[in-house]
């Protein structure tokens, strides 16, 4: 799961918009979505049309304790839900001044959650304080709007200081990228800002441009995503193509989890047989001696194409090279028609038939 903060200081800056029409166009891709608002001021849960009468409890209840965040959860669309915000939560940091655990609550809400998310986005209000700091320690990746002008660079500047206040404080790190939105291609200082922000953050730049579009403040006022008020609207197009980016992302981010939590990679196996990479790609290598034939099977093709195996030494050392994108991959050996993990590879996960299931990781 994936839990995405979106965040700037600065208002007006198409926070809220795109954490709407982001949490839109990944359910239209068929991923699970949870739109988490955090604003007291409660856009995002008036721009998917809901109000006071429909929301009774809120992420002020979660944020203090007092419900689950499952409670307060309601469905804008078929994968697609909300937890919505209101304006008591403009009074939770006063009411946890001085309390341990203040800047928790948010992750141990999200540790408790019943049902499964492929994402959990996350609206931000407009500052930096007590729920921003929340949102960035229950989230393990942020994205900052940028409008073009200064103060919107300026609030970047802040939040990057937060962000290594909660690394430092909470020895937690996020994974930031930035997105440009009201974008006005017809002015020279747009442009600029675009250059400054590209030149400045590199990599960290989602390549769509979110551009100026009525249409885009007609939706939010219908109280529904541009993906339906206007499919084929430049602005609904644009959001379509970030959600792109996003899910192309996957399996780059689970490089990084699975980095992080010390997972071994090809390049760091120690066993003698283990995978490891080689010209061609990642080399699968399993002792079977005896065996009339063994092939590779995994996540990568579907677990249904088997890739066959070759001991062309006639020594039992059957091997295969797998040509695998940057991911982390389940797979097993069949030898003989019955399947098994590696054995020399000390990572598993169970499987759906109460067996057990090798992991690689691919950088």
Same mark, same amino acid.
């Given at each position: 799961?994936?839990?995405?903060?979106?965040?700037?200081?600065?208002?007006?800056?198409?926070?809220?918009?795109?954490?709407?029409?982001?949490?839109?166009?990944?359910?239209?891709?068929?991923?699970?979505?949870?739109?988490?608002?955090?604003?007291?001021?409660?856009?995002?849960?008036?721009?998917?049309?809901?109000?006071?009468?429909?929301?009774?409890?809120?992420?002020?209840?979660?944020?203090?304790?007092?419900?689950?965040?499952?409670?307060?959860?309601?469905?804008?669309?078929?994968?697609?839900?909300?937890?919505?915000?209101?304006?008591?939560?403009?009074?939770?940091?006063?009411?946890?001044?001085?309390?341990?655990?203040?800047?928790?609550?948010?992750?141990?809400?999200?540790?408790?959650?019943?049902?499964?998310?492929?994402?959990?986005?996350?609206?931000?209000?407009?500052?930096?304080?007590?729920?921003?700091?929340?949102?960035?320690?229950?989230?393990?990746?942020?994205?900052?709007?940028?409008?073009?002008?200064?103060?919107?660079?300026?609030?970047?500047?802040?939040?990057?200081?937060?962000?290594?206040?909660?690394?430092?404080?909470?020895?937690?790190?996020?994974?930031?990228?930035?997105?440009?939105?009201?974008?006005?291609?017809?002015?020279?200082?747009?442009?600029?800002?675009?250059?400054?922000?590209?030149?400045?953050?590199?990599?960290?730049?989602?390549?769509?441009?979110?551009? !100026?579009? +009525? *249409?885009?403040? #007609? $939706?939010?006022?219908? %109280?529904? @995503?541009?993906? &339906?008020?206007?499919?084929?609207?430049? /602005?609904?197009?644009?959001?379509?193509?970030?959600?792109?980016?996003?899910?192309?992302?996957? !399996?780059? +981010? *689970?490089?990084? #989890? $699975?980095?992080?939590? %010390?997972? @071994?990679?090809? &390049?760091?196996?120690?066993?003698?047989? /283990?995978?490891?990479?080689?010209?061609?790609?990642?080399?699968?290598?399993?002792?079977?001696?005896?065996?009339?034939?063994?092939?590779?099977?995994?996540?990568?093709?579907?677990?249904?194409?088997?890739?066959?195996?070759?001991?062309?030494?006639?020594?039992?050392?059957?091997?295969?090279?797998?040509?695998?994108?940057?991911?982390?991959?389940?797979?097993?050996?069949?030898?003989?028609?019955?399947?098994?993990?590696?054995?020399?590879?000390?990572?598993?996960?169970?499987?759906?038939?109460?067996?057990?299931?090798?992991?690689?990781?691919?950088?």
């Amino acid at each position: 799961m994936r839990t995405i903060a979106v965040v700037n200081q600065k208002g007006g800056c198409g926070k809220t918009t795109t954490a709407i029409n982001l949490c839109a166009s990944l359910a239209e891709k068929g991923r699970g979505v949870l739109l988490v608002d955090l604003d007291p001021q409660a856009h995002a849960t008036a721009g998917v049309g809901l109000g006071p009468k429909e929301t009774a409890e809120t992420m002020y209840e979660v944020m203090l304790g007092e419900t689950s965040l499952e409670k307060v959860i309601h469905e804008v669309k078929p994968g697609f839900d909300i937890a919505p915000s209101g304006i008591l939560l403009s009074a939770f940091e006063q009411k946890l001044a001085g309390l341990p655990g203040r800047e928790s609550c948010l992750l141990a809400a999200f540790r408790g959650l019943a049902r499964t998310y492929d994402y959990i986005i996350v609206d931000c209000p407009p500052s930096i304080g007590l729920i921003t700091f929340n949102a960035l320690r229950a989230c393990n990746e942020a994205i900052v709007p940028i409008e073009g002008s200064f103060f919107s660079l300026w609030g970047v500047g802040r939040l990057l200081d937060m962000i290594e206040l909660v690394r430092e404080e909470t020895s937690h790190d996020i994974r930031l990228k930035v997105l440009c939105t009201m974008y006005d291609g017809r002015t020279k200082f747009a442009a600029e800002i675009v250059e400054d922000i590209v030149e400045h953050f590199s990599e960290r730049t989602y390549k769509t441009l979110i551009h !100026n579009n +009525v *249409k885009l403040r #007609e $939706a939010a006022s219908h %109280g529904v @995503p541009i993906t &339906e008020y206007d499919v084929l609207s430049r /602005g609904s197009k644009e959001y379509r193509a970030l959600a792109d980016e996003v899910v192309a992302e996957e !399996n780059e +981010v *689970k490089v990084e #989890e $699975a980095l992080q939590v %010390g997972l @071994p990679t090809p &390049e760091n196996q120690k066993e003698n047989y /283990g995978p490891r990479p080689v010209p061609g790609g990642i080399l699968f290598t399993v002792e079977a001696p005896g065996a009339a034939s063994v092939a590779l099977t995994g996540d990568f093709n579907g677990w249904t194409e088997p890739i066959k195996m070759n001991d062309d030494d006639e020594d039992g050392i059957w091997v295969a090279i797998a040509n695998l994108d940057p991911g982390v991959y389940q797979y097993k050996f069949v030898v003989d028609g019955e399947w098994t993990h590696d054995p020399e590879n000390p990572v598993s996960v169970d499987d759906s038939h109460s067996g057990t299931n090798s992991v690689v990781v691919v950088k």
